[in-house]
């Protein structure tokens, strides 16, 4: 909880939610740092303490419950390791709460001829779940930071345009990338800066929204012109 509280990240908001229900005291945490792509690390009453990825977990050879892992990655869920002084305390499972109206988002992509995909540092497993339930199948997981600008980079050498959203610190360098960058209002703000538009609502639907949107002020720009050039003639 005292790690976690200093973080932006949609799992430290979980957690924290979860202390503050659960009526968790709030200790003060110290030199709280990020690892890039797999977790935090900082100082709770002189022990380090880190929450992290599993990757990170076999990087470092600790061993854990494979099997009890795997039955809750199975069902969706992310899992994230809690480390105290590089001993295993425990782990926290936590499951993706899909917004309503994300599905009739891609749906109505989809019926505008628009692909989506879906990239996130997750593992593949919760990745192709909520992705099944979305109705999207075309899957970048386990991707690391600075990996994701790189695949909005390999989608535009195919020739194809590439609308981003994205919220996090992690997301910046691709919403910069893609020829059009959304970030989400209630996300960071270093996303925030580097997008071309921000949804302040948070609401998936709003996607679909400004793209009819910039379709029906083409639409009249063009409208306009010939109107203009009738005139004139």
Known sequence: YAIENESEHPIAKAIVRAAKDKKVQLQKGKDITAIPGKGLVGIVQQSTVEIVSPGYIKELKIPFDISAYEALANQG?????????????????????????????????????????????????????????????????EV?????????????????????????????????????????????????????????????MDVVNIIKLSKSTYKKMIQNLIWATGYNI
Do not use: C, W
Not at 153 to 158: A, C, F, I, N
């Open 77 to 141: 869920n992310t899992v994230v390791f809690v480390l105290k002084d590089k001993k295993l305390m425990g782990y926290i499972a936590l499951n993706d709460m899909i917004r309503e109206t994300s599905k009739e988002a891609i749906e109505s992509l989809k019926e505008m001829g628009i692909d989506s995909y879906m990239l996130t540092g997750d593992n593949q497993k919760v990745a192709n779940e909520v992705a099944k339930k979305l109705g999207i199948k075309h899957v970048f997981a």
């Open 144 to 204: 690391l930071p600075d990996q994701k600008s790189d695949k909005i980079e390999s989608l535009t050498k195919e020739g194809r345009l590439v609308a981003m959203t994205g919220d996090g610190i992690n997301d910046a360098p691709a919403l910069a990338k893609a020829h059009l960058g959304i970030a989400i209002g209630a996300g960071t703000d270093v996303a925030i800066e580097t997008a071309d538009v921000i949804l302040v609502k948070s609401n998936p």
